[in-house]
């Protein structure tokens, strides 16, 4: 006998009738102490068990060396625990050779166990995570596992049943250590292809083709590549939309599929973490779905650990094409993760071939598409109005999100709880409870955007009657044949001199005209990063196209606008103007988006803007006329309730104001009897004594330079 070579015995823990063991020892050989030390064998590493079968050859096992406590016994006998001599087939008194390992006990990452009642009834797909992680609770405390690890009679939620563990890392033979966060425990079932759920997501309102092209993705899965021009490698796909859009849902839809083991990845997951979710889902047996909402809570640009996070996902999602195209087939591991922007939130190192290159965007749902959803949530209409209020509601919530149209109808039921005092069935929601709903819920596409609801009207603007006329003509729709062989224009350009009301006759044509009104400032647009105001340009385009009909005013438009061989045309100001280009034509489609631009210096602009099909018309904006600084003065006067002496002749101020723009007149107005020196003076006198005083800042020349423009460039 060999210094290597043991006699086998029990532990003397190993209590045969132990109900519900903890398994503390159940991987460990222990050892003499001094023969420990002598054999260099370490405390907690692995060693070799083998043994010489009469039939079938020598045998080996891995197990968990540790000095025996016990020093009294000979330094040639090893115990081991019950369930080691049952996998390995030992018998005590059988001599076995031991020798030390290589290294620590690696971590046990999938753990398969399978149930051993065979009366017992399948275990329903939406009961398997529960007692996974019971079982990994288990495991936690043997803390070292090896095949034939039992748990019998375990009593969860009323249901009472026994598991056996069959093999670790895939092996029947090894050992390995339980570590939190990464070992999973996978059931093996002969059912199983029966038990799994299809990997297909069932239609829901409002996203038809997107949930399409979710299921053509999805399809893949079960295929191989043969055949294939270019085979779509990569396992991971990104959903992303605007707040409200259904992304969340989305995911719990994928997740309620059945396919596979559910891990939803946290935002405050470390990078091991995540990668040891990709490591352990490409080593299960059977399919994982990972999912990230919101990925840009692990990988936005105000993450301190931004890069770390991207190279982690990256090389996860690297290493299950690679088993793809090893195997000519993906690995039955499904990775979805959502964001508001693909292009703007997922870094270009995630675009890459191989990773996120399958997107779809979950648009702000169209009329269709809102009436969709509202049939879904099955309001209590009175059934003879159900589809007229339906038909109705879908038509008026243009910008309204899936998740804003179902705060309509709760506010709605809110206020229905409120009006018929004890809910009953007998009353139905009305159109009065659905109209206080809708006064109540913003739409979301709305929150974030320098939104100024417009106020003015047509008739709030006095004068200006071309102007007023050319800009109806560009929004009018026409009818009947017409409507099929005219396109309306995308775009209007308004110069002028300053303070000629160019912003107010913007608010009052998207008043009249019922659109969405986004109001920004060509200023406040500039950033003096690299990239930002290209992006803010794109935000605020992709914000009107899901408000639809919108109109995007940009007021002093030559900041951003200016011309390329300009003197201010760097590079920053190229590539914004490059994008305002494509955004208005080219590669997006604007929809039911218009443009209007105001600015006082259009010979700075790039002539870029003035080719069909951007604006298409240039509209000048004069001073004030006789009949505008009539209702200028004559508006001011009630709003600052001047003296009702009977002196004030609209008239004659209007002709005294000849030159004076519409701000300088607003102006004279507001500081007249402030400045007076005589506060007895009769109101004509006070207000005429204030435009005197008051200096004209449009000069001829500047209205020469107009007027040489617009003969120039007249639409």
Not at 159 to 166: D, G, N
Not at 375 to 386: A, G, I, L, N
Not at 505 to 510: H, I, K, S
Not at 570 to 594: N, P, Y
């Amino acid at each position: 006998m060999g210094k290597d070579d043991f006699k086998i015995r029990l532990q003397p823990q190993d209590v045969a009738s132990q109900k519900n063991p903890n398994y503390k020892n159940a991987a460990k050989i222990f050892i003499h102490p001094t023969t420990f030390a002598q054999g260099g064998f370490t405390t907690a590493h692995l060693c070799n068990v083998e043994t010489e079968g009469p039939v079938d050859g020598p045998a080996r096992w891995e197990a968990v060396a540790w000095p025996a406590p016990d020093k009294n016994v000979a330094n040639n006998i090893i115990s081991i625990s019950r369930v080691f001599e049952k996998m390995a087939g030992l018998k005590l008194g059988q001599m076995a050779r031991v020798t030390p390992g290589y290294g620590p006990v690696p971590d046990a990452r999938v753990v398969l166990m399978k149930e051993i009642a065979l009366d017992a009834a399948p275990l329903a797909p939406s009961e398997q995570t529960r007692w996974q992680y019971h079982l990994e609770s288990r495991l936690e405390v043997a803390e070292y596992i090896i095949t034939g690890i039992s748990f019998d009679e375990i009593l969860l939620n009323g249901s009472r049943r026994s598991f056996v563990v069959t093999s670790v890392n895939g092996r029947t033979d090894g050992v390995a250590k339980y570590t939190p966060g990464s070992t999973v425990v996978e059931f093996s079932n002969d059912d199983e292809n029966q038990t799994r759920g299809k990997l297909e997501v069932s239609l829901l309102p409002g996203m038809a083709r997107q949930i399409d092209e979710l299921n053509e993705f999805f399809d893949d899965f079960d295929v191989e590549f043969e055949g294939f021009t270019i085979p779509t490698y990569s396992c991971g796909i990104v959903v992303h939309g605007s707040h409200g859009t259904g992304k969340s849902m989305l995911l719990d839809h994928i997740a309620a599929t059945n396919w596979g083991r559910v891990v939803r990845v946290n935002y405050n997951d470390k990078p091991s973490t995540i990668q040891t979710h990709f490591k352990t889902a490409l080593e299960q047996r059977s399919p994982t779905i990972l999912l990230i909402d919101d990925i840009t809570k692990l990988i936005g640009k105000e993450q301190s650990g931004r890069q770390v996070m991207v190279e982690t996902i990256g090389e996860g999602l690297d290493a299950l094409a690679n088993k793809a195209r090893q195997q000519n087939t993906r690995p039955h591991v499904l990775v979805v993760a959502t964001c508001l922007d693909y292009l703007n939130d997922i870094p270009h190192a995630l675009q890459r071939h191989g990773r996120f290159e399958e997107h779809i965007p979950l648009p702000v749902p169209d009329a269709t598409s809102r009436k969709e959803i509202i049939r879904f949530h099955k309001p209590t209409f009175v059934d003879h109005e159900f589809d007229r209020y339906v038909s109705d509601l879908g038509d008026r919530t243009h910008a309204y999100t899936g998740a804003d149209l179902r705060k309509v109808l709760h506010r709605a039921t809110k206020a229905w709880r409120k009006r018929v005092g004890r809910p009953s069935s007998a009353e139905p929601l009305t159109w009065d409870d659905v109209t206080k709903g809708l006064q109540e819920v913003r739409p979301t596409a709305m929150h974030d955007i320098n939104l100024k609801p417009p106020t003015v009207r047509w008739r709030d603007i006095g004068g200006y009657e071309e102007v007023k006329i050319a800009l109806q003509r560009v929004l009018r729709k026409p009818t009947g044949p017409r409507a099929r062989m005219s396109k309306p224009p995308k775009g209007v350009l308004l110069y002028g001199p300053p303070g000629c009301s160019k912003t107010m006759t913007a608010q009052a044509m998207a008043t009249e005209s019922d659109f969405n009104f986004f109001a920004v400032k060509g200023g406040e647009l500039l950033n003096m990063y690299v990239g930002e105001t290209e992006r803010s340009i794109r935000n605020l385009f992709k914000r009107a196209r899901e408000a639809s009909p919108s109109i995007i005013f940009f007021d002093e438009f030559d900041s951003i606008a200016g011309s390329r061989s300009g003197p201010g045309g760097g590079s920053s100001g190229v590539q914004a103007l490059t994008t305002l280009l494509t955004e208005m034509d080219g590669f997006e489609r604007i929809g039911e988006v218009f443009v209007l631009a105001a600015t006082n210096k259009p010979e700075l602009l790039d002539s870029a803007l003035r080719r069909p099909g951007r604006f298409d018309e240039l509209i000048y904006v004069p001073l004030p006329d006789a009949k505008a600084r009539e209702a200028i003065f004559a508006a001011k006067s009630r709003e600052l309730q001047f003296p009702d002496d009977g002196s004030i002749d609209v008239a004659e101020l209007a002709r005294q104001a000849d030159g004076y723009s519409g701000a300088e007149i607003a102006r004279i107005c507001d500081k007249a009897f402030w400045d007076a020196d005589d506060e007895n003076a009769p109101a004509m006198e006070v207000l005429l004594t204030a435009i005197r005083k008051t200096p004209k800042l449009v000069t001829k020349d500047m209205l020469d330079h107009y007027r040489e423009w617009q003969e120039r460039f007249r639409s």
